[in-house]
């Protein structure tokens, strides 16, 4: 029975760094209005007839603080880039020269960054929701391991240790909020 407790606990700790993964993957979506070549991670091109992430059809770089370039390996793929520069939605601009295109960062209003903060606190907060998730399956599981003959000093145990996991797990969540909001706040 202490082995199936600990592979709970395991499972419980797997799915919380999933959710932390997937929070600082969704965090660096949100722009601080600094140019970075990961703003482009999304966006997928049409390129011999399958979805190509961008990256693999084009070199993507940052020039300067406030510029990224995107060189196509092949100049007739330049509008397929275009285009779905623009499908992703991503409030970009792209402009092309005919071999490179070019996406400009515009400087962030005060207003644009409060709203970009609020998105910020809405992904931590649905991570903190997959963490209490991942607690109460974790919870549950120990609970039905008890009926099944796990002893209620060993079940307790187990949950304490699935609370500690869960605030170790919010305050990680909270450091990373933290830190986007002073990026997207600092000038």
């Given at each position: 029975?202490?082995?199936?407790?600990?592979?709970?606990?395991?499972?419980?700790?797997?799915?919380?760094?999933?959710?932390?993964?997937?929070?600082?993957?969704?965090?660096?979506?949100?722009?601080?209005?600094?140019?970075?070549?990961?703003?482009?991670?999304?966006?997928?091109?049409?390129?011999?007839?399958?979805?190509?992430?961008?990256?693999?059809?084009?070199?993507?770089?940052?020039?300067?603080?406030?510029?990224?370039?995107?060189?196509?390996?092949?100049?007739?793929?330049?509008?397929?880039?275009?285009?779905?520069?623009?499908?992703?939605?991503?409030?970009?601009?792209?402009?092309?020269?005919?071999?490179?295109?070019?996406?400009?960062?515009?400087?962030?209003t005060e207003e644009?960054?409060?709203?970009?903060?609020?998105?910020?606190?809405?992904?931590?907060?649905?991570?903190?929701?997959?963490?209490?998730t991942a607690r109460?399956?974790?919870?549950?599981?120990?609970?039905?391991?008890?009926?099944?003959?796990?002893?209620?000093?060993?079940?307790?145990?187990?949950?304490?240790?699935?609370q500690e996991l869960?605030?170790?797990?919010?305050?990680?969540?909270?450091?990373?909020?933290?830190?986007?909001?002073?990026?997207?706040?600092?000038?």
């Amino acid at each position: 029975m202490q082995e199936e407790a600990d592979f709970v606990l395991e499972h419980c700790e797997e799915q919380m760094n999933s959710a932390i993964a997937h929070l600082e993957k969704e965090l660096v979506h949100i722009r601080a209005g600094i140019a970075s070549p990961t703003m482009l991670d999304g966006v997928l091109v049409e390129y011999y007839g399958s979805m190509t992430p961008l990256n693999q059809v084009s070199n993507v770089s940052t020039p300067d603080a406030r510029t990224i370039a995107i060189q196509p390996w092949e100049k007739k793929i330049i509008p397929d880039i275009e285009k779905a520069i623009l499908i992703a939605n991503l409030g970009f601009n792209p402009e092309n020269n005919g071999e490179v295109i070019r996406i400009n960062i515009p400087v962030l209003t005060e207003e644009r960054r409060k709203d970009l903060v609020k998105q910020v606190y809405k992904e931590g907060e649905a991570g903190r929701i997959s963490l209490r998730t991942a607690r109460k399956d974790a919870n549950d599981s120990l609970r039905k391991l008890q009926k099944e003959g796990l002893s209620e000093d060993l079940e307790k145990d187990a949950e304490a240790k699935v609370q500690e996991l869960t605030d170790d797990f919010v305050k990680k969540i909270n450091i990373l909020v933290e830190t986007k909001e002073k990026d997207i706040l600092t000038i």
